[in-house]
């Protein structure tokens, strides 16, 4: 197991449990496993906390720099295990938010999260926070489906799909098909096109969601 995290236990701590980039699915094995060895190579990155509600962003992020040691932005790997703050950075305007962005890619990241000035964290969906990442587009073949569950039984619960290209990957697509859809997909050997964003350690594409049919073949 990895080591024991010490923090007050009045703070509670907004992050997420990671080892480096492109090793998703190795952070989520270890996480599903309460005794992998491997739990030592952890870290948790922290973001934000919404301990302090009526302090905006600016305040909160000044706490947590007191308390925990920096992560620094594209050096993240480098670290031990542990709890570390997320560096923050100032965007100046629309071109040094697109340099930043440029930046993470190329490091491996998906994308980066804008906060507004002086917001105070709200525990939903805000326009406060907003995550920018480019999202790509692909094609797959489908080859099967995936029967729903927990309420959806008889409908569609994913497309089982195969990419075009070499080498072959079998992957599922749920997210994006419509209950229309889900009674009558697309038939087996239909090209349908995904978006997607990025691929994983095992090439797969990540988070796929369904856009249409292919029908110019």
Request: charged letters at 25%.
């Amino acid at each position: 197991m990895g080591g024991t995290i010490m923090v007050h236990k009045f703070i509670p701590l907004d992050g997420e449990l990671w080892i480096d980039r492109g090793l998703f699915e190795l952070t989520s094995s270890i996480c599903r496993s309460k005794v992998s060895e491997d739990w030592h190579k952890i870290k948790y990155m922290i973001f934000d906390t919404p301990g302090y509600p009526s302090k905006v962003v600016e305040d909160r992020w000044k706490r947590l720099e007191n308390r925990f040691p920096m992560a620094p932005m594209h050096q993240g790997s480098h670290l031990k295990a542990g709890p570390y703050f997320v560096e923050q950075l100032l965007c100046r305007d629309q071109e040094h938010m697109v340099e930043i962005l440029n930046k993470v890619l190329l490091n491996g990241g998906e994308g980066i999260m804008l906060r507004k000035p002086c917001s105070h964290y709200e525990r939903q969906r805000s326009s406060t926070l907003l995550k920018l990442k480019p999202i790509m587009d692909g094609e797959a073949r489908v080859i099967g489906y995936e029967q729903g569950k927990n309420g959806a039984e008889g409908l569609v619960g994913s497309l089982l799909c195969e990419t075009l290209t070499e080498p072959v990957r079998q992957f599922k697509i749920g997210s994006g098909l419509t209950d229309s859809l889900r009674r009558d997909p697309p038939s087996i050997g239909a090209i349908v096109n995904f978006e997607y964003g990025g691929l994983g350690s095992q090439g797969l594409p990540r988070f796929p969601r369904y856009r249409g049919i292919r029908t110019d073949l």
